[in-house]
């Protein structure tokens, strides 16, 4: 089992930044993928930032050059660094992490772009 939580959601003003954080405890020995994803009232769920299997990193087209994701293997953390946020990046964070075919989530913070 893999448990994962989330923090540094809330409320800010477009153009303004976040950092939000995923700590992941219990069973992380070799898990082979992490990101966040996000999820828009009435939208599905998608990809936001992730290392993939391969240890490299897929970025949402909608975001890149605005947000980057970073991981600190000591603190088993994995960091979503987000400026120049916009309206439309309001949702509901969630941190992801796969292991053997297995796939874990946390629940989720909200953030809020809006002045």
């Known amino acids: 089992q893999v448990q994962l939580v989330e923090s540094g959601g809330g409320l800010v003003q477009p153009g303004g930044s976040l950092r939000l954080s995923c700590a992941a405890s219990?069973?992380?020995?070799?898990?082979?993928?992490m990101g966040w994803y996000r999820q828009a009232p009435g939208n599905q769920r998608e990809l936001v930032a992730a290392?993939?299997?391969?240890?490299?990193?897929d970025v949402a087209d909608s975001v890149k050059g605005r947000f980057t994701i970073s991981r600190d293997n000591v603190k088993n953390t994995v960091y979503l660094q987000m400026n120049n946020l916009k309206p439309e990046d309001t949702a509901v964070y969630y941190c992801?992490?796969?292991?053997?075919?297995?796939?874990?989530w946390g629940k989720g913070t909200l953030v809020t772009v809006s002045s």
């Open positions: 219990g069973s992380i020995f070799r898990i082979n993928a």
């Open positions: 992801n992490a796969r292991k053997n075919g297995l796939t874990y």
């Open positions: 290392f993939t299997t391969g240890g490299s990193t």
